[in-house]
């Protein structure tokens, strides 16, 4: 009986664990065992280690790979881990994605939460570095009632990327994807139930930029737990024989100030530092739009000063272990130039590791009052001046006593006290009748009836859930009435069985699609206002989720993804999509630049949209949705609630010559007319001194954009707008940057045979090769270039279309460089051009080889000037020639130069 008694205690004692156990997911970009170090790596490791342990942990490594290491990780973090999942966007769906890095990064996650339906996940953790949350999130405050119901969302403030930048000392990166960025980790931590910050100085950043509300957050300091027993004694400590750098090799982490420092020891204490051995421990960076590298910048400041280092490239235990085993001897020196949290601080201080650090950021808040003597302002004197005089008393200034209070109960309890959040209970239309029309869908059109017949086609097939709505048709030019009297009753036939509240009306006189969407809200009646071009078509599930999501939310206004797809024929079955285009909703700051906001594709309050004025009525000048989109955001610019983004695609969104956005790109207004429009609501925020400001910027921005569209990359310098194949040939991605790779058979004095083209099908990320049918087995691609063992003159041509947005003259420029260091005289490019409209013959403007020669210097080609006209195509092909496996490959650049005026 005793016995028996026991079992069922235990089994009694193993439920109530289990009931009590959390489902908990942690989503991270890094994670020790995978990622060789840094900040996010090391608080992934002790959240599952030290935090929630206890509970049903599922680690979600977001952009990784873990086939070569999964073993390893397991290890590290048993009994821990229930479950560890990688999740790499190559696995991000059939359809290419129109998006950053970043957002195809935040709906990998969001795609894999939706998977996972039947786990109750109770905890859901993110980091703000990448707005990997951003996503689900949005899909979260939309519908609560359908989608993590039950589920708390905790955000974590690590290293936001725009106060990243603002301290790296490096040029921004192009095209604004930092502004993408910052935008959904704002937002990310916005629409979080509970803030986190390992300091009160990222809290307090994060209260400036308005991401969070006064008095709400926590501040908890990272969990990390002492590695070692027992700290390093202050008896065992001798003269220091070896300065430490101890942290990422960047500006930020204090490199140039630590090299100024060391400059200045060599000069002030030449004897005391031809004694010392210089040692980086951290993890080597480079920035490939400032060109920095840490090992130049190394070399360039300390090699040629006759100052000797070493950079110990090593993950967190085996930094720890080395800083342990050589303790006695060692400073480790952490110059920050700015800094949140840094777990090098904390690790220093918790296992009694002698240290100097920058007294930035969140660093005080780190140290203990009787090591605060430690820290220095970040300048190389002030550096110096600590390193000396820690190194001529060290045994005073060390202290084991010394540490602070570890604060890994708080978390534990706080992990404790997580319950289901309350659901938002927002029904707009509660009040309305029945009957009552909830949604107007708005299109105008101008001559484009089989299109249109489309549209109403979509519409009429909207699923049974759907709720009332009225289609408002607006015939701008009375285009329609010119159709025969059969055609029209067609028209009139579907609208009546759509519904009969939906109507008709003409515009005499052509008023442009700004003017024909303001009409057709003025007679709308519904709530709601759902704008649709005539020439797309709306997804059968597209006015139940735009509604349902509205009425489940604060939202004001929700865009959707885009699904394209190329035809300009009359089709009634399902579209193929091509390509998916992601929007971001209120990205203010992004949208000045580029249009992320999203498409006219819309739903929105339709008392906001009056009170706003509608679309502003231009004629024949493009980017009216992105003007309306800014001026929504900003209306209401510190919520994340203005404008939002329903991430799915609920729209069909033709792309051919007559599409309406492609039809305003190609007049001559659909420039800079255009840019200059959806510029105007942000000169009209802005004090009236600021507004030239604001039109340079855009300006460069629009430069930026073409340069963008043609897929090329401006590093500036000489060189002008550049890509490099070899370099943006990456990740395994066919078409990357526009570039596409097949194979084509060329002689030796020869054109190749173009005809001959056959493009590569298929990239294995298992075996990091390309297949093909129609290609043999042995051309492949491997650490970012193309090497192929070439028979019968089978070679790689790399090919790629730009198309001229407006009337210009440009030249081409053409380089190319051998990639080893011995080549053969023979080894050479063929470059050729050819002129063309987008479905017209193209004639070769431009055939010419070049061969390296000596191999010293990188050959360079051009082409006369070319005049080109709106829409006109130029064809670039690249073939190497003479390549073979000893010989490498070759590096080629195509330049298009912009000729003044």
């Given at each position: 009986?005793?016995?028996?008694?026991?079992?069922?205690?235990?089994?009694?004692?193993?439920?109530?664990?289990?009931?009590?156990?959390?489902?908990?997911?942690?989503?991270?970009?890094?994670?020790?065992?995978?990622?060789?170090?840094?900040?996010?790596?090391?608080?992934?490791?002790?959240?599952?280690?030290?935090?929630?342990?206890?509970?049903?942990?599922?680690?979600?490594?977001?952009?990784?790979?873990?086939?070569?290491?999964?073993?390893?990780?397991?290890?590290?973090?048993?009994?821990?881990?229930?479950?560890?999942?990688?999740?790499?966007?190559?696995?991000?769906?059939?359809?290419?994605?129109?998006?950053?890095?970043?957002?195809?990064?935040?709906?990998?996650?969001?795609?894999?939460?939706?998977?996972?339906?039947?786990?109750?996940?109770?905890?859901?953790?993110?980091?703000?570095?990448?707005?990997?949350?951003?996503?689900?999130?949005?899909?979260?405050?939309?519908?609560?009632?359908?989608?993590?119901?039950?589920?708390?969302?905790?955000?974590?403030?690590?290293?936001?990327?725009?106060?990243?930048?603002?301290?790296?000392?490096?040029?921004?990166?192009?095209?604004?994807?930092?502004?993408?960025?910052h935008h959904m980790e704002a937002t990310s931590v916005q629409l979080a139930d509970t803030v986190i910050s390992p300091s009160q100085y990222m809290l307090n950043w994060a209260l400036e930029q308005g991401w969070i509300a006064p008095n709400t957050g926590h501040v908890l300091a990272n969990p990390y737990r002492q590695q070692r027993p027992e700290p390093v004694a202050a008896a065992s400590l001798g003269p220091v024989r070896k300065l430490v750098f101890f942290g990422r090799l960047e500006w930020r982490k204090g490199l140039a100030l630590f090299c100024d420092a060391l400059l200045l020891l060599k000069d002030q204490h030449g004897e005391w530092f031809a004694q010392v051995e210089v040692l980086l421990l951290g993890k080597p960076v480079s920035h490939a739009v400032s060109s920095f590298s840490s090992e130049a910048y190394l070399n360039m400041r300390l090699r040629k000063q006759n100052i000797s280092y070493a950079i110990h490239t090593c993950d967190r235990?085996?930094?720890?272990?080395?800083?342990?085993?050589?303790?006695?001897?060692?400073?480790?020196?952490?110059?920050?130039?700015?800094?949140?949290?840094?777990?090098?601080?904390?690790?220093?201080?918790?296992?009694?590791?002698?240290?100097?650090?920058?007294?930035?950021?969140?660093?005080?808040?780190?140290?203990?009052?009787?090591?605060?003597?430690?820290?220095?302002?970040?300048?190389?004197?002030?550096?110096?001046?600590?390193?000396?005089?820690?190194?001529?008393?060290?045994?005073?200034?060390?202290?084991?006593?010394?540490?602070?209070?570890?604060?890994?109960?708080?978390?534990?309890?706080?992990?404790?006290?997580?319950?289901?959040?309350?659901?938002?209970?927002?029904?707009?239309?509660?009040?309305?009748?029945?009957?009552?029309?909830?949604?107007?869908?708005?299109?105008?059109?101008?001559?484009?009836?089989?299109?249109?017949?489309?549209?109403?086609?979509?519409?009429?097939?909207?699923?049974?859930?759907?709720?009332?709505?009225?289609?408002?048709?607006?015939?701008?030019?009375?285009?329609?009435?010119?159709?025969?009297?059969?055609?029209?009753?067609?028209?009139?036939?579907?609208?009546?069985?759509?519904?009969?509240?939906?109507?008709?009306?003409?515009?005499?006189?052509?008023?442009?699609?700004?003017?024909?969407?303001?009409?057709?809200?003025?007679?709308?009646?519904?709530?709601?206002?759902?704008?649709?071009?005539?020439?797309?078509?709306?997804?059968?599930?597209?006015?139940?989720?735009?509604?349902?999501?509205?009425?489940?939310?604060?939202?004001?206004?929700?865009?959707?993804?885009?699904?394209?797809?190329?035809?300009?024929?009359?089709?009634?079955?399902?579209?193929?999509?091509?390509?998916?285009?992601?929007?971001?909703?209120?990205?203010?700051?992004?949208?000045?630049?580029?249009?992320?906001?999203?498409?006219?594709?819309?739903?929105?309050?339709?008392?906001?949209?009056?009170?706003?004025?509608?679309?502003?009525?231009?004629?024949?000048?493009?980017?009216?949705?992105?003007?309306?989109?800014?001026?929504?955001?900003?209306?209401?610019?510190?919520?994340?609630?203005?404008?939002?983004?329903?991430?799915?695609?609920?729209?069909?969104?033709?792309?051919?010559?007559?599409?309406?956005?492609?039809?305003?790109?190609?007049?001559?207004?659909?420039?800079?007319?255009?840019?200059?429009?959806?510029?105007?609501?942000?000169?009209?925020?802005?004090?009236?001194?600021?507004?030239?400001?604001?039109?340079?910027?855009?300006?460069?921005?629009?430069?930026?954009?073409?340069?963008?569209?043609?897929?090329?990359?401006?590093?500036?310098?000489?060189?002008?707008?550049?890509?490099?194949?070899?370099?943006?040939?990456?990740?395994?991605?066919?078409?990357?940057?526009?570039?596409?790779?097949?194979?084509?058979?060329?002689?030796?004095?020869?054109?190749?045979?173009?005809?001959?083209?056959?493009?590569?099908?298929?990239?294995?990320?298992?075996?990091?090769?390309?297949?093909?049918?129609?290609?043999?087995?042995?051309?492949?691609?491997?650490?970012?270039?193309?090497?192929?063992?070439?028979?019968?003159?089978?070679?790689?041509?790399?090919?790629?279309?730009?198309?001229?947005?407006?009337?210009?003259?440009?030249?081409?420029?053409?380089?190319?460089?051998?990639?080893?260091?011995?080549?053969?005289?023979?080894?050479?490019?063929?470059?050729?051009?050819?002129?063309?409209?987008?479905?017209?013959?193209?004639?070769?403007?431009?055939?010419?080889?070049?061969?390296?020669?000596?191999?010293?210097?990188?050959?360079?080609?051009?082409?006369?000037?070319?005049?080109?006209?709106?829409?006109?195509?130029?064809?670039?092909?690249?073939?190497?020639?003479?390549?073979?496996?000893?010989?490498?490959?070759?590096?080629?650049?195509?330049?298009?130069?912009?000729?003044?005026?």
């Amino acid at each position: 009986h005793i016995h028996t008694h026991m079992l069922l205690a235990s089994v009694a004692l193993l439920c109530l664990r289990q009931a009590l156990a959390l489902q908990v997911a942690l989503f991270t970009l890094g994670l020790e065992g995978a990622v060789q170090n840094g900040g996010i790596s090391s608080f992934a490791s002790d959240f599952v280690r030290n935090v929630v342990c206890k509970h049903n942990t599922t680690v979600v490594l977001v952009d990784a790979d873990l086939t070569m290491n999964r073993t390893r990780v397991t290890e590290l973090h048993a009994p821990c881990l229930a479950r560890l999942v990688g999740l790499s966007i190559q696995d991000d769906g059939a359809v290419p994605l129109q998006a950053s890095h970043a957002m195809r990064l935040s709906l990998r996650v969001y795609t894999w939460l939706q998977r996972q339906a039947s786990t109750d996940w109770d905890l859901l953790w993110f980091h703000d570095w990448q707005g990997i949350g951003f996503y689900t999130q949005m899909a979260r405050a939309q519908a609560r009632r359908r989608f993590l119901t039950r589920t708390t969302v905790w955000v974590g403030l690590h290293s936001p990327s725009l106060w990243d930048w603002e301290h790296s000392g490096q040029p921004m990166p192009a095209y604004g994807d930092l502004l993408l960025t910052h935008h959904m980790e704002a937002t990310s931590v916005q629409l979080a139930d509970t803030v986190i910050s390992p300091s009160q100085y990222m809290l307090n950043w994060a209260l400036e930029q308005g991401w969070i509300a006064p008095n709400t957050g926590h501040v908890l300091a990272n969990p990390y737990r002492q590695q070692r027993p027992e700290p390093v004694a202050a008896a065992s400590l001798g003269p220091v024989r070896k300065l430490v750098f101890f942290g990422r090799l960047e500006w930020r982490k204090g490199l140039a100030l630590f090299c100024d420092a060391l400059l200045l020891l060599k000069d002030q204490h030449g004897e005391w530092f031809a004694q010392v051995e210089v040692l980086l421990l951290g993890k080597p960076v480079s920035h490939a739009v400032s060109s920095f590298s840490s090992e130049a910048y190394l070399n360039m400041r300390l090699r040629k000063q006759n100052i000797s280092y070493a950079i110990h490239t090593c993950d967190r235990r085996e930094a720890l272990d080395f800083l342990h085993a050589h303790a006695s001897e060692i400073l480790v020196v952490i110059p920050s130039m700015m800094d949140n949290a840094p777990y090098t601080v904390q690790e220093c201080v918790s296992n009694g590791i002698p240290f100097v650090a920058s007294s930035v950021g969140g660093i005080p808040e780190l140290v203990p009052e009787c090591l605060q003597e430690n820290l220095f302002r970040p300048t190389s004197g002030d550096c110096a001046l600590a390193i000396m005089l820690h190194s001529n008393s060290r045994r005073k200034q060390h202290s084991t006593q010394c540490s602070l209070r570890s604060q890994i109960t708080d978390w534990v309890e706080l992990v404790a006290s997580v319950a289901p959040p309350p659901v938002p209970d927002i029904v707009r239309s509660a009040t309305l009748p029945a009957s009552e029309i909830q949604v107007s869908v708005c299109i105008p059109t101008h001559g484009r009836y089989e299109q249109l017949l489309e549209s109403l086609f979509s519409l009429q097939a909207q699923q049974p859930a759907t709720p009332p709505f009225q289609v408002v048709v607006i015939d701008d030019g009375g285009t329609l009435k010119r159709l025969s009297e059969q055609q029209q009753q067609v028209v009139e036939s579907l609208l009546q069985d759509i519904g009969t509240r939906s109507l008709l009306h003409v515009n005499d006189n052509n008023l442009g699609d700004g003017a024909s969407r303001n009409k057709a809200a003025e007679l709308s009646s519904g709530q709601y206002l759902v704008f649709l071009d005539d020439d797309n078509l709306a997804k059968p599930n597209m006015l139940s989720e735009f509604v349902s999501r509205m009425e489940a939310s604060h939202f004001e206004c929700l865009v959707s993804f885009l699904d394209q797809f190329d035809s300009c024929e009359l089709n009634l079955e399902t579209p193929i999509a091509t390509s998916r285009w992601l929007a971001l909703g209120g990205a203010v700051a992004a949208g000045m630049y580029r249009n992320v906001l999203g498409d006219v594709s819309m739903i929105v309050v339709r008392s906001l949209f009056l009170s706003l004025g509608g679309f502003s009525t231009d004629k024949g000048v493009g980017n009216t949705d992105w003007e309306l989109l800014a001026r929504l955001a900003l209306h209401n610019a510190a919520s994340p609630y203005s404008v939002g983004v329903a991430p799915e695609a609920l729209v069909w969104y033709r792309a051919c010559a007559t599409s309406t956005r492609l039809s305003h790109a190609r007049t001559r207004t659909g420039g800079m007319a255009a840019h200059l429009r959806s510029l105007r609501p942000y000169l009209q925020a802005v004090a009236a001194p600021l507004r030239p400001a604001l039109l340079y910027a855009r300006s460069l921005a629009q430069r930026l954009d073409f340069q963008a569209d043609a897929g090329w990359e401006h590093f500036g310098g000489a060189g002008g707008v550049q890509a490099h194949s070899i370099r943006d040939f990456g990740d395994g991605e066919q078409g990357y940057r526009g570039w596409q790779y097949g194979a084509v058979v060329c002689r030796r004095y020869s054109p190749c045979l173009s005809s001959a083209f056959q493009q590569l099908d298929a990239f294995s990320a298992a075996e990091q090769r390309w297949f093909s049918r129609l290609l043999p087995a042995h051309l492949e691609h491997r650490a970012h270039s193309l090497h192929a063992a070439f028979h019968e003159g089978q070679v790689v041509r790399a090919v790629r279309r730009w198309t001229a947005p407006e009337a210009m003259s440009v030249r081409v420029e053409a380089y190319f460089a051998p990639l080893a260091e011995a080549c053969a005289a023979s080894l050479g490019v063929e470059f050729s051009v050819e002129l063309g409209q987008e479905h017209s013959h193209h004639s070769t403007v431009w055939q010419q080889r070049v061969f390296a020669g000596d191999c010293a210097t990188q050959a360079k080609a051009h082409l006369r000037t070319l005049h080109l006209q709106p829409g006109d195509v130029l064809d670039f092909a690249v073939t190497p020639m003479g390549l073979s496996d000893e010989y490498g490959g070759v590096r080629f650049t195509a330049v298009i130069v912009l000729e003044e005026g």
